[in-house]
């Protein structure tokens, strides 16, 4: 099945510097790749998802590229401030058919330090 | 309505209660799932309804029993629980396989 590796687990950025975290995944036939954002005490929150039909995605101070050849994708957040600091999952999906199976990264915490 | 709901927001129970959690989902998606969260750790897969058919058990104990009584609402029995299962349990729900919406989840304290 997939497995799915994810570094570093914990992240240390001064506020405005860039974050990059990096996952990489196992199963070549996996095509949906999400990220989220689970602050202390809360639920994970989707902040941004890539397929396999692209290489890259943006949506302001955040962005996501793929490898597929490589077997990887990072997610990078620029000019970061400290209501970034949070641990953040990336998942990879097993196709299916009607629903998601999702194999999460073991997560990495990053803290931003005003 | 674009949110999960879940109750109760925290649990303790003894080994040998019965207790029900409970999650409800109105943006008609048809897939739901539940996973259990541990301190620190990554959410783990435990239970996939599509369509209220159950499509995937990831070999859970069977002292957790789900159930979907219907396409917005999903439950999760509990029965005969060791302290071990102490965590974090959340729903979810997606329309396909498209975005995952989690629910706030339950904190469960087995004594």
């Known amino acids: 099945g997939e497995n799915v590796e994810q570094h570093p687990s914990t992240l240390s950025v001064q506020e405005g510097d860039s974050a990059v975290i990096k996952c990489t995944y196992s199963?070549?036939?996996?095509?949906?790749f999400p990220w989220y954002k689970q602050e202390l005490g809360k639920r994970p929150q989707l902040i941004i998802d890539?397929?396999?039909?692209?290489g890259e995605k943006k949506d302001q101070r955040i962005a996501v590229t793929l490898n597929k050849t490589a077997k990887h994708f990072s997610l990078h957040i620029t000019e970061t401030q400290p209501e970034d600091s949070a641990v953040y999952f990336c998942?990879?999906?097993?196709?299916?058919?009607?629903?998601?199976?999702?194999?999460f990264g073991t997560g990495t915490r990053l803290l931003v330090s005003p | 309505d674009t949110e999960v709901t879940q109750t109760p927001k925290h649990l303790v129970m003894g080994m040998t209660n019965k207790k029900s959690l409970k999650c409800e989902q109105h943006?008609?998606?048809?897939?739901m799932y539940w996973y259990k969260q541990k301190a620190k750790k990554p959410p783990e897969l435990m239970f996939v309804?599509?369509?209220?058919?159950?499509?995937i058990n990831e070999s859970v104990p069977s002292r957790f029993s789900p159930e979907c009584p219907n396409s917005s609402l999903l439950n999760l029995h509990l029965h005969a629980l060791q302290p071990e299962d102490s965590a974090l349990y959340l729903c979810?729900?997606?329309?396909?396989?498209?975005?995952?919406?989690f629910g706030p989840g339950t904190r469960l304290t087995v004594l």
């Open positions: 979810a729900s997606s329309q396909n396989n498209n975005e995952q919406f």
């Open positions: 199963d070549s036939a996996s095509n949906y």
């Open positions: 890539i397929r396999s039909n692209v």
């Open positions: 998942a990879a999906e097993s196709p299916n058919t009607g629903f998601q199976k999702l194999v």
């Open positions: 943006m008609g998606h048809r897939a």
């Open positions: 309804y599509s369509y209220e058919k159950l499509s």
